[in-house]
């Protein structure tokens, strides 16, 4: 199975020890693929995993905004009512909260509606296995806005927001490598049964809600201090002030999901991977960049499927298993080229092991207290680490950050700042006032303009040529002039 080109190397490497295995070029690793299996998977594609997806209808006007009266609102929840035992009232309150979905949140409603394509089925899966209120779905669109990188200001993470005592406590593995909190499968199994045991204390689905928010203890605090009131809406004035809110807002969210279409809202982003994605259990160390260099897999698309590796690399620990997601096109390229991809890994990481792979091993690590008016690009030059490692190290999505937070920051090898940036810092050269930059492993062409003020990737993009986003390590990127690196 393995190509005679990557044996040779192999053997070579094997008569003599002294040798080191060369990294092969691209065009070296000729990909292998099995035409009968191809055959097979383009008809399960077109008979099992075809899907119609939503779109926006002819002549949408974005501009639109329907708004209601409280009693279409009312109808419409009591409708909604009668099919859960979740008690979905309707109330002044909770049409705050309609109107901030519907009206205000608009762009991030129409964007969860997209990703809740792919999530949704799995957390239904779930629900309905444990013979849950399917409703509860929308949970994690109050949570997270069904990010599962998303991380609160309290170190909540994933998809259910879950605090790192009580993600173990529900048996979700947190290391250097992995945090499961963010795994969409295992993150779901784990909600579902966190939120059974609290309806077993409080046999009450919108006190389940309430206790899932701000914690068994204060739930019952509420009970104590209502006189042993038992109904949400007659203890709400008892709970601390964000699960007040916490309530209104899940039954707002579960009734601008389920009236969507009614309030012009459509999903906004293409989600491909819906219904077309398999799971394989990995059987060696292999990292995102390699999947991507050898075999062209959007670094990007494997980053959304797998978002519980938090350095980008899946490991192999004795007694764990752990799982690749693909899109299943390409999951057949992946097993026809199984033994060679772990082979060349193991020799690169041998031979040129990942920044994040020293750390982790050498455990250099240091924790960085956010102070007023200090930002990640200012943090990173401290300590000569680049700030889309900063924000991958700490599951940041956006680029805020606040005073007291505190960040987790890998130096390789215990190096000083300036030895650091020295060795980190990728190459960019200036010629005749035109700025290059030469891409390192990793890099995409978001993290690449954070480096320049004012330029998008889509500026790249379009200065370079480049159309579909793809880039390999040592291209020289062009920067326009004028543009200076941070």
Not at 197 to 213: E, I, Q, S, T
Not at 275 to 292: A, C, K, M, P, Y
Not at 313 to 342: C, T
Request: aromatic share 10%; net charge positive; hydrophobic share 35%.
């Amino acid at each position: 199975m393995l190509l005679s080109i990557f044996l040779t190397s192999l053997l070579a490497a094997q008569a003599d020890p002294g040798d080191t295995l060369k990294p092969l070029t691209q065009k070296e690793f000729k990909l292998e693929s099995n035409l009968i299996a191809n055959q097979m998977d383009s008809l399960m594609a077109l008979h099992v995993f075809k899907h119609k997806r939503r779109s926006f209808p002819p002549k949408y006007d974005s501009s639109f905004v329907p708004n209601f009266s409280d009693s279409v609102y009312a109808k419409r929840l009591r409708h909604l009512n009668a099919q859960t035992p979740l008690d979905l009232t309707y109330n002044a309150i909770v049409r705050g909260y309609i109107d901030m979905y519907a009206m205000r949140k608009r762009s991030q409603v129409m964007r969860m509606m997209a990703l809740g394509e792919y999530y949704f089925p799995i957390f239904e899966e779930a629900l309905d296995r444990y013979k849950m209120p399917i409703e509860l779905k929308y949970l994690a669109v109050v949570e997270s806005a069904l990010n599962p990188k998303a991380r609160s200001r309290v170190g909540a993470t994933g998809l259910w927001q879950f605090m790192l005592p009580t993600g173990k406590l529900m048996g979700l593995e947190v290391n250097s490598y992995v945090d499961e909190r963010s795994d969409p499968i295992k993150s779901t199994e784990a909600a579902c049964q966190y939120m059974l045991r609290l309806y077993k204390m409080f046999g009450d689905w919108n006190l389940v809600l309430a206790a899932y928010n701000s914690g068994p203890g204060n739930v019952n605090k509420a009970i104590r201090r209502s006189g042993g009131k038992k109904n949400y809406w007659e203890l709400r004035s008892y709970l601390p002030k964000e699960t007040a809110g916490y309530v209104p807002a899940f039954i707002a969210a579960v009734y601008t999901m389920s009236y969507a279409k009614e309030h012009n809202l459509y999903p906004s982003i293409e989600v491909p991977y819906f219904g077309h994605t398999d799971t394989v259990l990995v059987r060696e160390q292999i990292s995102f960049d390699q999947l991507n260099m050898w075999l062209g897999i959007d670094r990007d698309v494997v980053e959304f499927l797998n978002p519980s590796y938090k350095l980008n690399i899946i490991p192999k620990i004795e007694g764990k298993k752990y799982y690749l997601v693909l899109p299943s096109r390409q999951m057949g390229l992946f097993l026809d080229n199984e033994d060679s991809l772990y082979t060349y890994a193991s020799s690169e990481f041998k031979t040129a092991p990942p920044a994040a792979v020293a750390q982790v091993v050498n455990d250099e690590r240091s924790v960085h207290r956010v102070k007023s008016g200090e930002s990640l690009g200012g943090i990173s030059k401290k300590y000569g680490v680049s700030v889309s490692d900063l924000k991958r190290w700490n599951s940041i999505r956006s680029n805020t950050i606040h005073p007291g937070q505190r960040l987790t920051i890998y130096q390789k090898g215990g190096s000083s700042s300036a030895t650091a940036t020295a060795s980190t810092t990728p190459k960019k050269t200036t010629q005749s006032g035109t700025s290059y930059y030469v891409v390192q492993k990793g890099d995409t062409l978001f993290s690449i303009s954070q480096r320049y003020p004012g330029v998008s990737a889509d500026n790249l993009g379009e200065w370079n040529n480049i159309k579909n986003g793809k880039i390999q390590p040592g291209m020289k990127l062009v920067v326009q002039k004028g543009s200076n690196a941070n």
